[in-house]
C-alpha cells in the first residue's frame, strides 16, 4: 500500500497517535518553525493542519497533500481558527502544479521522512520557491550517532508498515543534494529532529 493510502486510512486516528509528542514537543518546535515564514508561503504536507494556528496573519499560505482524508481534517481546523488566508490543496510534492518562483516560503514539518522519493520532492520545492526564497525544514532524521541510531533501526519496521514512514533518511543531505544552500540548523531533540533553514541561491 503507497504512503498516500495508509494516511487515508489512518487520518481518522492521526492526531490521537500523535498527541503525547505534540504535547511534549512538537507544538513548541512547529510554534518555532512556523514563526520564520512570511510572504506566499507553500506547506508541503499540511497533513490534519497541525500548523495552521501557529501562522502569522500577514502571509498568504497554500497547505497541499497527498492525502484527502487528512486534508479534510486540516480543512475541518482552518475553519475552526477562521483562517481566510490559506488555502488547502489536493497534491503530492513530487509532482507541484505551480510555476516556477512562486513562494516566499516552503515549510515541512515532519514530512520527507514520508515522501517516496524525497529527492524529487525536494527538487520541485526549489523550483518553485523564488530565487532568495527561504525553506524551513522541521524534520526527524537519521542521527550521526550511531547510539542514537538503535532505536531507530528499532522502530524503523513497525512505523514503515503503519504509515510508509521512514526514521533513517538522511534528509539534511537530501535537501543539499536537491540545490538548497543550508543557513542554519537548529538541533531540536539530539540530532534526530532538526531545525533546517535553507535558501535558493539568487539568479
Known amino acids: 500500500m503507497n504512503p498516500a493510502k495508509k494516511y487515508d486510512r489512518f487520518a481518522r486516528f492521526y492526531d490521537l497517535f500523535e498527541s503525547p509528542m ?6 513548541k518546535y512547529r510554534k518555532r518553525a512556523l514563526s520564520l515564514v512570511k510572504g506566499r508561503v507553500l506547506e508541503i504536507g499540511v497533513g490534519t493542519g497541525k500548523n495552521l494556528a501557529y ?5 498568504e499560505a497554500i497547505g497541499i497533500d497527498f492525502s484527502k482524508n487528512m486534508l479534510k481534517k486540516a480543512d475541518e481546523r482552518r475553519r ?5 488566508n490559506v488555502k488547502l490543496l489536493y497534491m503530492d510534492v513530487q509532482d507541484l502544479e505551480f510555476e516556477d518562483n512562486t513562494f516566499d516560503t516552503i515549510v515541512s514539518t515532519f514530512v520527507f521522512c514520508t515522501v517516496p522519493d524525497p529527492i524529487k520532492g525536494l527538487k520541485e520545492a526549489y523550483r518553485v ?14 542521527s550521526e550517532s550511531k547510539l542514537l541510531n538503535v532505536p531507530l533501526y528499532l522502530m524503523e519496521p513497525f512505523i ?3 504509515l510508509g514512514t521512514s ?3 538522511e534528509t539534511q543531505r537530501n535537501i543539499e543534494r536537491a540545490g538548497f544552500k543550508i543557513e542554519k540548523v537548529e538541533n531540536l531533540f539530539y540530532d534526530i529532529v532538526r531545525l533546517i533553514v535553507a535558501t535558493k541561491n539568487k539568479e
Open 80 to 84: 475552526k481558527l477562521g483562517l481566510e
Open 22 to 27: 505534540e504535547m511534549k514537543a512538537f507544538s
Open 55 to 59: 501562522y502569522p496573519k500577514n502571509v
Open 167 to 169: 526514521l533513517l533518511r
Open 129 to 142: 520557491l523564488k530565487p532568495g526564497g527561504r525553506a524551513i525544514f522541521l524534520e526527524h532524521m537519521k
Open 160 to 162: 514503515r508498515t503503519l
